[in-house]
């Protein structure tokens, strides 16, 4: 499932800004990198030593085929061609033994050591020395081996944290507008499934990017500087042709996977949009008895969700076993070809093992391109997710306000959720002076929510202005306009932390004692201290231990603490049992006392005693009064009051 702001992203332009995350890091990503590249050089010694190896089995074939024709026919002078063409193979071996060799072997005749005895063999000094060195050779490779895959999974580690950090501060950002438009199980898989991705792309990928091309590039340079030592350039022309033919399966399998990892992404975000849905409505599914069918639902989007993850893993399969069919189909033909153009077999080896030598690591970049496009299709969803910006603009000199002391002005103000549709609020004009209590009263969607909305600038008008002291507050500072407004809903939700925490959410510098005060204000402290942990018990998941009266009295006292001047109370009572509504309706009283609010109401006992009360239909005032007033006007306002003494 896609959502309105998804986008595509090339290779290029994903890992571009993937780069301008890791270099932040740069000394570790370079060290990393380094380590990895450093192994490679470790196969030059092996590819220098093949075709010497091959020319002294020749001179020692040749060694026995010299003593046995001298026995035998030594007479017409056979032995001494045989001797000739072993001197020359002797000499041509001799003359191919690689520079460091020659260079030891100076060195160590100096200190008394022979590596060849008097028929050019090698000796059991040799062997010693190569026991003494080659054991560093392997720790310095296991160590860089360490380093590489440490400095690159500490850099992965870290931009998976910076990119969550991003999401997060970026979805902070948003208005109300932007989630009413999104799936929040959606944007949690963004926010955690989709940067693990880019870890294994950064910690696993790249330290095969920065191993298996240096290994090849140093098996095909041997192969190219071999080639021109040995006057093989016809040959070296098959090997350019040829060579590219392994990049062929990768570059046409990729882009399959590719298509399938972001098609899984989606698909694992509908996984966690499940559950995030079931357990958010877990009280429903009890209160119904409907586990059963929440299970098989979940099972559904699972298996759903397991079709695409076995697609993109059918076809990631099918490039290493192609990248080697490939290869197998290049060597058998380079051998043919080699057959025909009669290349001894000494010339033929050494070009062949550094290709054998470069097999794995280019099927392990076989798997690094199946990786490189899951990280594209992640970042993808990432990027898309960071390049939408919903926010509401700030102005370019906001005013700084800190206070309220005139009154608050609604003009001809109209309002719509969706860009297309009748809109929810239709040329409403009102005031709030300063001090004094407005109660809005109306039907469902008549949109008495939306204007407290547009009041605290959740949403911004799409005609008219909403004023505070005669300035639009869309040029007020947002974080001076939320400090002077406070909210109390019906649904009250708590975070899953301590009262205390609770009642102290946005007045972080608040002490115990004032804490206290507050809940004693909003009759909390009663229940509160009848708990054995007090002011320190957990409230649950959005306020699950709690009861709905006693969510609803921590939230007002989180409202007298931050002691904002201007009050909105959405339906704060209408989910109440009669005596915690006594409670909490006081609790609310003491609250309003000397602040200007604005109550969203649909019980008569919270608005009969407001300054002036609104009564709203399908956006438009139809009535606008005191109690008195609109009651002697026998209108909508009375049949609503009717009503509720009926009740």
Same mark, same amino acid.
């Given at each position: 499932?896609?959502?309105f702001?998804?986008?595509?992203?090339?290779?290029?332009?994903?890992y571009r800004?993937?780069?301008?995350?890791a270099?932040? %890091?740069?000394?570790r990503?370079i060290?990393?990198?380094?380590?990895?590249?450093?192994?490679?050089?470790?196969?030059?010694?092996i590819?220098?030593m093949?075709?010497?190896?091959?020319k002294?089995?020749?001179?020692?074939?040749?060694?026995?085929a010299?003593?046995?024709?001298?026995?035998?026919?030594?007479?017409?002078?056979?032995?001494q061609?045989?001797?000739?063409q072993?001197?020359?193979a002797q000499?041509d071996a001799?003359?191919? @033994?690689?520079?460091?060799?020659?260079?030891?072997?100076?060195?160590?005749?100096?200190?008394?050591l022979?590596?060849r005895?008097e028929n050019n063999?090698?000796?059991g000094?040799l062997l010693?020395?190569g026991l003494?060195?080659?054991?560093?050779?392997?720790?310095f490779?296991m160590?860089v081996?360490?380093?590489n895959?440490?400095f690159?999974?500490?850099?992965?580690a870290?931009?998976?944290?910076d990119?969550?950090?991003?999401?997060?501060n970026h @979805?902070q950002?948003?208005?109300?507008?932007f989630?009413?438009?999104?799936?929040v199980g959606q944007?949690?898989s963004?926010c955690t499934s989709?940067?693990?991705?880019?870890d294994?792309?950064?910690?696993r990928?790249f330290?095969?990017i920065?191993?298996?091309?240096?290994e090849?590039l140093?098996?095909?340079?041997?192969?190219f500087?071999?080639a021109?030592?040995?006057?093989?350039?016809?040959?070296?022309a098959?090997?350019i042709?040829?060579?590219?033919?392994?990049?062929?399966p990768?570059?046409?399998l990729g882009?399959r996977?590719?298509?399938?990892a972001?098609?899984?992404?989606?698909r694992?975000?509908?996984?966690?949009?499940?559950?995030h849905?079931?357990?958010?409505?877990?009280r429903?599914? *009890?209160?119904?008895?409907?586990?059963?069918?929440?299970k098989?639902?979940?099972?559904k989007v699972?298996?759903?969700?397991?079709?695409?993850?076995?697609?993109?893993i059918?076809?990631e399969?099918?490039?290493?076993p192609?990248?080697?069919?490939?290869?197998?189909?290049?060597?058998?033909? =380079?051998?043919?070809?080699?057959?025909?153009?009669?290349?001894p077999?000494? *010339?033929?080896v050494?070009l062949?093992?550094p290709?054998f030598?470069?097999?794995?690591?280019?099927k392990?970049?076989?798997r690094?391109?199946?990786?490189?496009?899951?990280?594209?299709?992640?970042?993808?969803?990432i990027?898309s997710?960071l390049d939408t910006?919903c926010s509401?603009?700030e102005a370019?000199?906001?005013?700084r306000?800190s206070?309220?002391?005139?009154k608050?002005?609604?003009?001809n103000?109209?309002?719509?959720?969706?860009e297309?549709?009748?809109?929810?609020?239709?040329?409403?004009?009102?005031?709030?002076?300063?001090?004094?209590?407005v109660?809005?009263?109306?039907?469902?969607?008549?949109?008495?929510t939306t #204007?407290?909305?547009?009041?605290a600038?959740f %949403?911004?008008?799409?005609?008219g202005?909403?004023?505070?002291?005669?300035v639009?507050?869309k040029?007020?500072?947002t974080?001076?306009?939320? *400090?002077?407004i406070?909210v109390?809903?019906?649904?009250?939700v708590?975070f899953?932390?301590?009262?205390?925490n609770n009642?102290?959410?946005g007045?972080?510098?608040?002490?115990?004692?004032?804490?206290?005060d507050?809940?004693?204000?909003?009759n909390?402290h009663?229940?509160?201290?009848?708990?054995?942990?007090?002011?320190?018990?957990v409230?649950?998941?959005?306020g =699950?231990?709690l009861?709905g009266?006693?969510?609803?009295?921590i939230?007002?006292?989180?409202?007298?603490?931050?002691?904002?001047?201007v009050?909105i109370?959405?339906e704060?009572?209408s989910a #109440?049992?009669?005596v915690?509504?006594?409670?909490?309706?006081?609790?609310?009283?003491?609250?309003m006392?000397?602040?200007?609010?604005?109550?969203?109401?649909?019980?008569?006992?919270?608005? *009969?005693?407001?300054?002036t009360?609104l009564? #709203?239909?399908?956006g438009?005032?139809k009535e606008?009064?005191?109690?008195?007033?609109?009651?002697?006007?026998d209108?909508e306002?009375?049949?609503f009051?009717d009503?509720?003494?009926?009740?």
């Amino acid at each position: 499932m896609n959502e309105f702001f998804d986008r595509d992203y090339s290779v290029g332009e994903a890992y571009r800004r993937l780069y301008r995350y890791a270099i932040k %890091y740069r000394g570790r990503l370079i060290m990393g990198l380094l380590a990895g590249s450093l192994t490679a050089g470790a196969w030059l010694p092996i590819f220098q030593m093949v075709q010497p190896a091959l020319k002294q089995m020749i001179v020692t074939t040749g060694q026995t085929a010299e003593v046995h024709d001298t026995s035998y026919d030594s007479a017409d002078g056979a032995g001494q061609d045989g001797a000739g063409q072993f001197n020359d193979a002797q000499n041509d071996a001799e003359a191919s @033994l690689p520079r460091s060799f020659l260079k030891a072997e100076k060195i160590g005749n100096r200190l008394g050591l022979k590596f060849r005895d008097e028929n050019n063999n090698m000796t059991g000094m040799l062997l010693l020395l190569g026991l003494f060195v080659l054991p560093p050779i392997v720790i310095f490779k296991m160590v860089v081996m360490y380093l590489n895959h440490y400095f690159l999974r500490w850099t992965g580690a870290n931009v998976v944290r910076d990119f969550r950090v991003d999401l997060f501060n970026h @979805l902070q950002n948003q208005p109300l507008s932007f989630f009413g438009r999104t799936d929040v199980g959606q944007i949690m898989s963004r926010c955690t499934s989709d940067p693990q991705m880019v870890d294994r792309v950064i910690s696993r990928t790249f330290a095969d990017i920065c191993r298996a091309p240096f290994e090849i590039l140093f098996s095909v340079g041997y192969v190219f500087y071999f080639a021109l030592n040995n006057g093989m350039t016809s040959t070296l022309a098959v090997v350019i042709i040829g060579f590219p033919c392994f990049i062929l399966p990768m570059a046409f399998l990729g882009n399959r996977v590719r298509k399938w990892a972001k098609q899984a992404l989606r698909r694992i975000s509908i996984v966690s949009s499940k559950l995030h849905e079931n357990l958010t409505c877990i009280r429903v599914v *009890k209160a119904y008895h409907t586990e059963q069918q929440e299970k098989e639902k979940y099972y559904k989007v699972n298996q759903y969700y397991l079709k695409s993850v076995m697609k993109a893993i059918r076809i990631e399969l099918l490039i290493g076993p192609a990248v080697e069919g490939v290869g197998l189909l290049l060597v058998a033909a =380079f051998v043919v070809y080699c057959y025909f153009s009669r290349i001894p077999l000494t *010339k033929i080896v050494p070009l062949i093992v550094p290709f054998f030598i470069a097999y794995a690591p280019m099927k392990r970049l076989s798997r690094v391109q199946a990786q490189i496009e899951r990280g594209r299709a992640a970042l993808a969803r990432i990027f898309s997710l960071l390049d939408t910006d919903c926010s509401l603009p700030e102005a370019a000199d906001p005013v700084r306000k800190s206070s309220f002391e005139e009154k608050i002005a609604f003009r001809n103000v109209s309002f719509r959720y969706a860009e297309v549709g009748e809109p929810t609020i239709r040329n409403v004009t009102f005031e709030i002076p300063c001090g004094a209590v407005v109660a809005v009263v109306g039907g469902t969607g008549s949109g008495k929510t939306t #204007l407290a909305n547009l009041l605290a600038r959740f %949403y911004d008008v799409d005609a008219g202005t909403v004023t505070m002291d005669g300035v639009d507050v869309k040029d007020i500072a947002t974080g001076d306009l939320r *400090k002077l407004i406070g909210v109390v809903t019906q649904e009250t939700v708590l975070f899953n932390d301590t009262i205390a925490n609770n009642i102290s959410y946005g007045t972080p510098d608040a002490t115990r004692k004032q804490i206290e005060d507050a809940a004693k204000m909003a009759n909390a402290h009663p229940f509160i201290v009848a708990h054995a942990e007090g002011y320190n018990r957990v409230c649950g998941e959005k306020g =699950f231990s709690l009861s709905g009266g006693e969510r609803q009295r921590i939230a007002i006292a989180r409202a007298i603490l931050k002691n904002p001047p201007v009050l909105i109370l959405d339906e704060a009572t209408s989910a #109440l049992d009669t005596v915690t509504e006594k409670l909490v309706q006081d609790a609310i009283n003491k609250l309003m006392t000397n602040r200007t609010t604005f109550a969203i109401a649909h019980r008569l006992s919270t608005i *009969k005693n407001a300054d002036t009360i609104l009564v #709203l239909e399908s956006g438009v005032i139809k009535e606008c009064g005191t109690h008195a007033e609109l009651y002697e006007k026998d209108g909508e306002y009375r049949k609503f009051c009717d009503m509720q003494m009926m009740d």
